[in-house]
């Protein structure tokens, strides 16, 4: 094991500087991308004024919850601040949420809750005042619910054990667990489909199809070294090429999923990304499929400039094929692609399988070669 990574340091030191930037580029650029849409999407976001006249649990909760849609961009100010910014336009429209909102909500009371401003250049009036009161309607819901529930236990003459904050605290933790109304639309005759993709924006989907691109110039090295002079030498030796090669493929494999944990724990942190043993899991395989792939691909090539088009090829029909949704609406698109299992946790895919025994049949076939000619 020593010798074999001090001689991958061998090889290795006289690129260092080329390795490194293909090793840390995804990670980099993921970064910087994810900051850059960030800056786009809040420049193009709506923005709305909100004015609470009286904070309250309830009142603070709306403006919380309307500032976690991704189209709008929330200022609280005070009335007289967020009507000027009206008038000058810097605002779309401006909502003023009145005194007594929570006394009147948990009656049942939806009326004049809310008073709206805009102006004659408000382009998304309508769409949030729409959303606002869907979030409204949600809050009552809760209180009506928490009411009914009130109701049946004294109808039943059964001892309150529970209070109604208690009752609302418990839908709301309903409504985070389970997807509660879920509506879909389709053409008739097309059949429904359903995905948990990645966002096309999220960290995890970009660092993605860059890490799989740059796959391709890390295994640069299998060519360097197996059409060298040196690889001669393995004639007069107890090892072949080809069990040289394997061997140092599983070291980059097992390095590289190492670097991809660091990284996703630094996007948990960074951006909320999920993480977990199953995760964990789809991550080295979906490693283990770049890299056999990559390996592969450099065994049936001889020059780099053709590995690295080829490269740059797959990685440009991934994306394609991905964006446009073909994985989504063809099963078998979503068992040929290969960024499938990290993207959506889909383990039927054909690649690990596939890889697994070309690599089989390569080792095989090479040994066999090998004792031939000794």
């Known amino acids: 094991m020593k010798q074999m990574l001090y001689m991958r340091w061998l090889h290795m030191k006289r690129q260092l500087y080329s390795i490194l930037f293909w090793l840390f580029i995804p990670f980099i650029a993921t970064v910087v991308l994810v900051q850059l849409l960030d800056v786009v999407k809040d420049d193009t ?46 605002l779309d429209s401006v909502f003023i949420v009145r005194e007594g909102y ?6 049942g009371n939806r009326h004049k809750l809310i008073h709206g401003y805009e102006s004659d250049m408000s382009f998304a009036y309508v769409s949030t005042i729409e959303t606002i009161q869907s979030l409204v309607q949600q809050q009552a819901s809760r209180y009506k619910a928490a009411n009914e529930v009130a109701k049946l236990y004294r109808q039943f003459d059964i001892p309150i054990d529970v209070t109604e904050e208690e009752l609302i605290e418990r839908s709301k933790e309903i409504e985070a667990e389970r997807t509660l109304l879920h509506t879909s639309m389709k053409y008739r005759g097309d059949e429904q489909h359903t995905s948990n993709a990645a966002s096309f924006f999220s960290p995890t989907f970009i660092w993605v199809f860059i890490s799989f691109l740059t796959t391709f110039f890390l295994f640069d090295w299998v060519i360097k070294e197996k059409n060298a002079h040196v690889a001669t030498r393995f004639l007069f030796t107890k090892k072949s090429v080809t069990t040289y090669l394997l061997e140092h493929f599983i070291l980059y494999t097992v ?49 780099p400039f053709i590995f690295y088009l080829t490269g740059l ?7 394609v094929t991905y964006v446009i949704g073909i994985t989504a609406q063809s099963t078998w698109f979503t068992f040929l692609h290969p960024m499938e299992i990290l993207l959506q946790g889909n383990y039927m895919n054909v690649w690990p399988i596939l890889n697994s025994v070309l690599l089989i049949i390569i080792f095989i076939r090479k040994e066999d070669s090998y004792v031939a000619r000794t």
Not at 279 to 293: A, I, K, M, Q
Not at 313 to 319: N, P
Request: proline content about 2%.
């Open 102 to 107: 929570d006394e009147k909500l948990e009656k």
């Open 255 to 303: 390095g590289l999923f190492m670097i991809d944990v660091i990284v996703f724990f630094i996007f948990h942190f960074l951006y909320n990304e999920q993480i977990s043993w199953t995760f964990f899991l789809t991550l080295f395989l979906c490693r283990y499929v770049w890299n056999s792939s990559a390996f592969l691909i450099s065994m049936w090539i001889k020059r």
């Open 45 to 90: 976001s709506i923005p709305v004024g909100f004015v609470i006249k009286e904070e309250t649990p309830l009142t603070l909760e709306l403006a919380k919850k309307l500032e976690e849609e991704s189209f709008f961009t929330i200022h609280l100010l005070d009335e007289k601040e967020a009507l000027n910014q009206l008038e000058k336009h810097e």
């Open 313 to 319: 090829s797959i990685t440009f029909v991934a994306i």
